[in-house]
């Protein structure tokens, strides 16, 4: 079964830092997502991209996030300047319609 | 009220039990529906969408309740290997099509 992978799998940053979080997805799988899980607490929707441009974002997904395809296949999510909230496990998500969706195993995000 | 809610358990059976779970959602104009898995640290899996039909896969079954505006899952005969938690995702239920997850509901199945 094709997977979607994400690097790194752990991260630790300072405050104000930015950090990158890259995402490669199944091939020909056209719907993109980013989600968020604090720990204890509930997985929460951030972005959904699709034919190169987002479709949806949440309300936590503010100034200080921002996806793009760089290179046309991995996929990623910039935190200009992290704040200690931010710290949280990040999963990438993908699928070739917006129904079914395979995550990533995720990135833990930790902010000092 | 919370767009999404489900009984965060834990839900203790023993193997071969039967077991059911329940997610009542808010908008009545909810789209879709599903049902992951989560083992401790790892990534939401697919288990199962939900259809007003209902829909079964092997031990597992899925019902959609529109007029009471909940989801179930039943699991019958449980295995150790059951043990996790259950999340529940609904689409459309802020309005838009952005998927709503449920906190969990943690099942845990002993010998």
């Known amino acids: 079964e094709p997977e979607v992978t994400q690097t790194p799998s752990h991260q630790v940053t300072q405050m104000g830092q930015e950090v990158i979080l890259r995402c490669v997805p199944i091939s020909n799988h056209l719907y993109f997502y980013w989600y968020r899980q604090i720990l204890g607490q509930k997985v929460e929707f951030l972005v959904s991209?699709?034919?190169?441009?987002?479709?949806?974002k949440s309300e936590i997904f503010d100034d200080q996030f921002s996806v793009e395809r760089p290179d046309g296949s991995n996929f990623t999510l910039k935190i200009r300047s992290t704040k200690l909230e931010d710290s949280a496990m990040y999963f990438c998500?993908?699928?070739?319609?917006?129904?079914?969706?395979?995550f990533g195993p995720g990135t833990r995000l930790l902010v000092l | 009220r919370k767009e999404v809610e489900q009984d965060p358990g834990p839900f203790n059976v023993p193997e071969g039990a039967t077991v059911a779970f329940n997610c009542t959602y808010s908008n009545s104009a909810s789209q879709s529906f599903f049902w992951y898995r989560q083992d401790c640290r790892k990534e939401p899996k697919l288990l199962m969408s939900v259809y007003s039909s209902g829909n079964e896969d092997g031990r597992f079954t899925a019902q959609l309740n529109r007029a009471s505006q909940y989801i179930s899952l039943l699991i019958r005969d449980s295995k150790l290997s059951d043990s996790a938690t259950y999340l529940c995702v609904v689409n459309g239920a802020g309005g838009s099509y952005i998927p709503t997850f449920g906190r969990g509901t943690s099942l845990i199945v002993h010998p």
């Open positions: 998500a993908n699928g070739q319609n917006q129904e079914t969706q395979y």
């Open positions: 991209f699709y034919n190169n441009e987002i479709s949806e």
